[in-house]
C-alpha cells in the first residue's frame, strides 16, 4: 500500500497498520487504514472521512441505583471520543470508568457529569466501559453515548 506524499517512515506505519476484514459498523463499508497529516495511524470510511464508531448506553433510558453502576460497552474502538449523558436525579454525579489492566478494577475516564452534558475522554483499545453513579441517590431518565 502507498500514501501519496508520505514519507517512507509514515507508509511503513501505514504498512503495518492493516488490519483485516475491517468494516464500519453502521454501514458494513469497509475501513481502510491511512496516516493523517500529523502522521498518526487512523482509519477512514470508504468516502474519505475519519472512520469513528458511536457507543450507546443499551436500553436507554435507564436509572442507575445510589452508588450503582450500569455496563455501557465492551471493546471499545480505542481513539479520542465525547461523551455525552442526558440525566437527572438529586445531585447526580456520574462517571465513565474504564476497567483497569488487572482485569478487576474500573478507573474513571475523565471528569465526573454533575448534571447532563459532554466531555472530552480518551479510551484504550478494545476497552470495556461502565457509567457509575457515585453518590447515594438514584440517577434517573439516562441515556449516554460515546461518539
Not at 493523517?36 to 435507564?62: H, I
Amino acid at each position: 500500500m502507498s500514501v501519496v506524499g508520505k514519507s517512507v517512515k509514515d507508509q511503513r506505519a501505514v504498512e503495518a497498520y492493516q488490519p483485516v476484514g475491517l468494516v464500519n459498523t453502521t454501514t458494513g463499508a469497509p475501513i481502510t487504514p491511512g496516516v493523517d497529516s500529523s502522521g498518526n495511524a487512523v482509519r477512514y470510511n470508504a468516502d474519505g472521512t475519519p472512520y469513528q464508531p458511536t457507543y450507546t448506553l443499551p436500553g436507554s433510558p435507564v436509572t442507575i441505583a445510589g452508588s450503582g453502576n450500569a455496563a455501557f460497552a465492551a471493546n471499545v474502538t480505542g481513539g479520542s471520543y465525547i461523551f455525552n449523558a442526558v440525566f437527572g436525579g438529586t445531585t447526580p454525579s456520574l462517571k465513565l470508568q474504564s476497567l483497569a489492566a488487572d482485569g478487576v478494577t474500573y478507573q474513571d475516564v475523565g471528569t465526573a457529569l454533575t448534571a447532563s452534558g459532554s466531555v472530552g475522554v480518551v479510551v484504550g483499545q478494545n476497552a470495556t466501559l461502565r457509567l457509575l453513579n457515585n453518590t447515594a441517590n438514584p440517577i434517573t431518565g439516562l441515556s449516554a453515548n460515546l461518539t
